[in-house]
């Protein structure tokens, strides 16, 4: 009895969710695979491996290959559209969250199973253990297998440019899916202990999660560490942004010789000395000599700390919500 | 002899309201006991708290001896069958057996099946599936494959009709007559407990208003018809209840010696009777207040 019986009856209980749980990652998996595999296959076609390692890890790298420039945009234009499938992949965290999540504990209280099962041999807290590790372990690992799997599907798109801080491309691979998941759960588990009808618990932890999402991801994420500043001449063509180490771009925009911000959210390049029909490049917007691009952007380098930043988040809530749920649980009759 | 469930002063609020107050009782050893009441009087409040559920806000409650809050010592002695009989609707009721048999240390696996199969359950269908009746025979048979020590039992015969009614107390009856179990058993429904029970609680606005073996809560009550103004009356030791015409009262009162006044015809009471005097001294004057209109 103990530990292998409350197994025996959680595996019993959620056998099912674990069963239609595999099969949806299945076909998540028959999907990307070989998307996946084709957009490695033109990845390679475009010959923009040698691209990629050419022009490494520079922030500034000389605005003059035109070869690789027009690869990445073919590779881009043909798979761009592909990255709207993820939307998918951003629900994926909160339907564990609806579905696994939010009846554990709301569906026992709703149906008054709880006093079936709170009146056996096992303590509450025993039951909560088991039946929150389990489920919390089959959540890590679905996370787990769609972080990574994400991660080597969007490789070649960030590769090519689409930077991985993008709010979607950032939030669908890596780390974080495994945090916005166990906080889904946890936040459908403690729900339940709250409003003990299974369709408050779901609506409660829908609101709570996209609005701790969506607040984390605008207002705190830019934020965790001090942003850095780059900026490079308008005149002469000689450098631009490394559009494949994937930085984070804040806030861009033209400034004048004295700091003044004279044209936001723009970028310019002219030829140096021009002549001809272009030669006032930029002058009826103000920029006159000693205009300067400027950017506020967090470099892609911190890509990898600011995962583990907003995973860390979210973690730790969900350990925090668990452990009031457990708190809670001794409370219910 | 000893009491398998005490309380003291035991009390349990929810908010500003007390479910249940004041409640200092005890059930000795083999008693077979009807814990009777109106909606919301607090029954179930108390036997949360005596299966552990709940923890008191006053007082205690001691279950053989111990206090039953998240114990798991004192849970393993006890069957519990909650209100409305709540099961694992998409298990089967070889499931639930078997589930019986993981969570506890001391089960029965036989004692159930037999049970269930001379009820003839069938085994292989999903409880959600079978009557109301099937499914508290269920959860009857859940509570006593634990060999329990005290049977307590939420209003478990309340949904069930006539027939179930019967035939669910009469399984009780029987198996506890086999483990001399004590058992305390609530409702609302007087008449099925008259037949099977031999101690009565009668819970009323959250406090007990009468404890104690039927026979003797019966032999010491009285009913007594007689001329309107001859109070007090030798032998009486309290006024229950009392109803008046213009020259005639009748009263329920409870005894301490013989009434020998002549003037007083005595009735012995039922124990319906009896349950209904308790019952009847409402607190209609918090309502009268509350609705705002002249008592």
């Known amino acids: 009895m103990g530990g292998a019986g409350m197994i025996w009856l959680a595996w019993r209980q959620h056998h099912k969710q674990a069963l239609f749980t595999l099969i949806g990652l299945v076909v998540l998996a028959a999907l990307m695979i ?46 761009d559209t592909l990255t709207s499938v993820g939307v998918l992949f951003l629900v994926l965290p909160l339907l564990v969250g609806l579905f696994w999540g939010a009846p554990l504990v709301a569906r026992e209280i709703e149906h008054g199973t709880h006093r079936l099962v709170w009146t056996q041999a096992v303590s509450r807290r025993h039951w909560a253990l088991v039946k929150f590790g389990l489920v919390g372990t089959a959540t890590l690992a679905t996370a787990v297998v769609y972080g990574l799997g994400m991660s080597w ?31 889904a759960v946890a936040l459908g588990i403690f729900a339940g202990t709250i409003w003990p009808k299974m369709l408050a618990a779901m609506a409660a932890t829908l609101a709570g999660f996209l609005g701790l999402r969506i607040a984390l991801a605008v207002f705190a994420r830019p934020r965790f560490l001090p942003a850095r500043v780059l900026t490079y001449p308008v ?52 920029i006159g000599p000693g205009a300067y691009n400027w950017q506020l952007y967090q470099p892609g380098s911190r890509f990898w700390l600011f995962q583990s930043i907003e995973t860390g988040i979210f973690v730790g809530l969900a350990a925090l919500l668990l452990y009031l749920a457990v708190r809670r649980i001794r409370r219910i009759a | 002899m000893e009491a398998v ?23 000795p050893e083999g008693r077979i006991a009807a814990l009777v009441g109106p909606n919301g009087a607090g029954k179930t409040t108390l036997l949360h708290m005596a299966v552990g559920l709940l923890r008191p806000d006053a007082g205690q409650v001691r279950v053989f001896g111990e206090s039953p809050y ?70 009857l048979a859940l509570a006593l494959a634990k060999r329990p020590r005290l049977l307590l039992l939420d209003e478990p015969i309340a949904s069930l009709d006539p027939l179930a009614r019967r035939e669910f107390l009469q399984a009780l009856m029987g198996s506890v007559a086999e483990t001399g179990a004590t058992v305390l058993l609530s409702s609302h429904l007087l008449a099925d407990l008259e037949r099977v029970c031999d101690y009565l609680i009668v819970l009323h606005a959250s406090r007990v208003q009468l404890v104690g073996p039927v026979e003797d809560l019966v032999a010491e009550h009285r009913q007594l018809v007689g001329p309107r103004g001859h109070e007090p009356i030798a032998g009486v030791a309290a006024m229950v209840r009392a109803s008046h015409t213009d020259r005639q009262s009748t009263l ?23 349950v209904l005097a308790y019952l009847a001294d409402g607190d209609t004057v918090t309502s009268h207040t509350a609705w705002g209109v002249p008592a």
């Open chain 2, 70 to 139: 998240d114990n798991t010592k004192v849970l393993a002695e006890i069957g519990f069958v909650a209100q409305d009989t709540p099961l694992y609707r998409d298990f089967t009721a070889a499931e639930l057996v078997i589930m019986g048999a993981k969570l506890n240390r001391r089960w029965d696996t036989p004692l159930a099946r037999s049970r269930l199969a001379q009820l003839g359950i069938p085994p292989d269908r999903p409880v959600g599936k079978l009557s109301g009746g099937q499914r508290a025979q269920v959860a």
């Open chain 1, 153 to 183: 599907w969007l490789t070649p798109l960030s590769q090519a440019g689409q930077s991985r801080f993008d709010p979607f491309l950032f939030d669908m691979q890596g780390l974080v899916p495994i945090g916005y998941t166990l906080f």
């Open chain 2, 5 to 27: 469930l005490e309380t003291d002063q035991l009390g349990k609020r929810y908010g500003r309201t007390w479910a249940l107050r004041d409640c200092s009782l005890h059930l």
């Open chain 1, 235 to 286: 005149q002469g063509v000689t450098a631009e942004p490394n559009p494949t180490v994937g930085d984070w771009v804040l806030r861009d925009g033209v400034r004048d010789s004295s700091g003044k911000l004279v044209a936001a959210n723009s970028r310019i390049a002219c030829p140096e000395n021009p002549t001809g029909p272009g030669a006032d490049c930029g002058r009826e917007l103000g």
């Open chain 1, 34 to 79: 070989p998307t996946g595999l084709a957009m490695r296959h033109t990845f390679a076609h475009l010959g923009l491996p040698a691209c990629v390692r050419a022009l490494g890890h520079a922030e500034l790298v000389p605005a003059n290959n035109e070869t690789c420039g027009m690869a990445f945009n073919r590779f881009r234009n043909q798979y």
């Open chain 2, 252 to 274: 329920l009162v409870r005894t301490n010696g013989p009434i020998t006044d002549p003037v007083w015809t005595v009735h012995e009471v039922t124990l319906e009777d009896l």
